[in-house]
């Protein structure tokens, strides 16, 4: 397995980051100041006692955010981001709707929530500052029931709620916001992947770094009550928090091998789980209400977290063997799965059938399960899929775009509607859905890439070059964007005015990169 975060190496007077392939994409990065760097992490305090600033927290998430994506293992499975943001975002309702403290959404620098999943195994999810909490494959193939996924998901979101990050990195005002994501990408990277550990050219500083990352039994409780206050205003089943603890209780029995890396991540105590059950003897719950959804997100993760051709035969058996038992969620996933690897291997029609039977299953269910909360959402995306592979472009976009009524914000649509419109040849469209999406996201390169992409087809040179220019200021690469806004401006054919225009984004840009320079120790400010 790759390594999902950037390997971190510490001296005395620098620290560098290199690629997870240890290429030539190394970088040094100049602390502010000399010496060593300082390892002792205070006792947690209120979550108004931050050392770090709102400001700086956001940076250092964004900093961080942006090196996970960059990694193979960041999962760019648009369904999966859906239902996790869908998920994610009606519990980071609940939070607000309850008034828990940090959850508020006002202010220029309120964290906003964003989920993701990482292409791993393991059990585990993690939170960074900023909002953005990832989880891996792993968590969303074993969770019995969406509420044990909700109970792991609200337990992160009171992690970022009452700053546990920022409270426990005590790190000095003058210290670099570059260097504290370094920091933190090194300890997330031995966090998640034990094995790393073995691998990187890290000193003894940065492993006690590590150590006092790792979450005290304070911090876990805290979440704790904050993750079951959000559950239980959520609708979903309470006992799903202790029914994950009593599964990582079990685990935590076991050799540290085998260990899963939530264990690790997150001390586990016989209290917290005994805290559980007793904040819920008083609750009301019945059977775990799951949706159709989480049923077939687990067969995405399943696929996402294969390791290569070689285990394909082994996924293929696994659904089949889903499909062959007497149970009709595993013959839905089943079905399901054998539909993604037919669409992965071009074969069209067999996808086509094999969706057909899914969805058939899934109505089956819905009658004899009133409980289940019915949703066609992934049998439609998926169709879209197929047919815009089909070469049904006209048909796609009408129908992506009555979909996207009901779910604006659904990435998996926004990707299949953009690809529909470029494939017939439909670059008005595009663009003005785009003028749009680059307004209101202006920080996911995604969609400046689409947008650069469009004015490559419409041979409009300076435009392009300007679109890739803000796809790398979304990426944090500055100098690149200011290059290719070079070249934009010094093309022949631009009016004076769009010359201009680009020539002042270019200036705006190297004063970002300036003081990005100043803040890295990299450059003096000027007097």
């Given at each position: ?164 990050i920022a409270r426990g990195v005590g ?191 899934a109505n089956k269910i819905e009658l ?6 019915k949703s066609s959402y992934f049998f ?148």
């Amino acid at each position: 397995m790759q390594l999902l975060y950037p390997i971190v190496a510490y001296s005395q007077n620098q620290v560098t980051i290199q690629s997870p392939n240890n290429t030539a994409d190394s970088k040094i990065i100049e602390p502010a100041l000399g010496g060593t760097l300082p390892i002792q992490l205070p006792d947690l305090g209120d979550n108004s006692s931050s050392n770090l600033s709102e400001v700086d927290e956001k940076r250092i998430g964004e900093k961080i955010i942006r090196a996970i994506k960059k990694d193979p293992d960041y999962s760019n499975n648009w369904l999966i981001y859906d239902y996790l943001n869908q998920l994610g975002q009606n519990l980071v309702a609940s939070a607000r709707s309850q008034k828990i403290s940090g959850a508020d959404a006002s202010g220029p620098f309120a964290p906003e929530f964003e989920f993701f999943a990482v292409k791993d195994k393991t059990i585990n999810a993690f939170a960074l500052p900023g909002g953005y909490i990832g989880v891996h494959t792993g968590l969303l193939t074993l969770s019995e029931n969406e509420s044990e996924l909700a109970s792991v998901l609200g337990h992160e979101i009171g992690h970022v709620t009452q700053k546990h990050i920022a409270r426990g990195v005590g790190f000095g005002k003058e210290s670099s916001t570059l260097i504290l994501a370094a920091m933190l990408l090194a300890a997330l990277a031995v966090k998640n992947n034990p094995n790393a550990a073995q691998g990187l050219a890290v000193g003894g500083q940065a492993l006690a770094i590590q150590n006092q990352l790792a979450y005290t039994r304070d911090a876990e409780r805290e979440a704790d009550r904050i993750g079951f206050l959000i559950l239980q205003a959520s609708g979903l089943d309470v006992s799903g928090m202790p029914g994950f603890f009593q599964k990582m209780q079990k685990a935590n029995s076991i050799s540290d091998s085998g260990v899963p890396a939530y264990v690790r991540t997150h001390p586990q105590s016989f209290e917290r789980a005994a805290d559980m059950q007793n904040r819920i003897r008083n609750q009301a719950s019945g059977k775990p209400n799951s949706s159709l959804e989480f049923y077939l997100v687990q067969t995405l993760a399943k696929i996402e977290q294969q390791g290569g051709p070689s285990e394909l035969v082994e996924t293929k058996q696994y659904f089949q063997e889903q499909i062959n038992s007497n149970v009709l969620i595993k013959n839905m996933q089943g079905y399901f799965g054998l539909t993604i690897l037919a669409l992965a291997e071009k074969k069209n029609q067999e996808a086509m059938t094999l969706l057909k039977k899914s969805r058939d299953v899934a109505n089956k269910i819905e009658l004899t399960n009133p409980q289940l909360k019915k949703s066609s959402y992934f049998f439609d995306v998926t169709g879209l899929q197929i047919n815009l592979q089909m070469g049904n472009f006209n048909q796609v976009s009408n129908n992506a775009l009555s979909l996207l009524k009901l779910r604006p914000n659904s990435k998996s649509l926004n990707v299949i509607y953009l690809e529909s419109l470029l494939a017939s040849g439909n670059m008005k469209g595009a663009l003005t859905w785009l003028d749009g999406k680059t307004k209101v996201d202006k920080t996911d390169s995604l969609w400046w890439n689409y947008l650069a992409r469009t004015y490559e087809q419409e041979n409009k040179a300076a435009l392009y070059h300007a679109a890739v220019a803000e796809k790398y200021v979304a990426e944090g690469a500055l100098p690149a964007a200011i290059m290719q806004l070079k070249i934009a401006s010094e093309l022949n054919g631009n009016s004076f005015y769009q010359a201009s225009e680009f020539e002042a984004r270019k200036r705006q840009i190297e004063q970002l990169y300036r003081e990005e320079m100043i803040e890295n120790g990299r450059l003096e400010r000027r007097p």
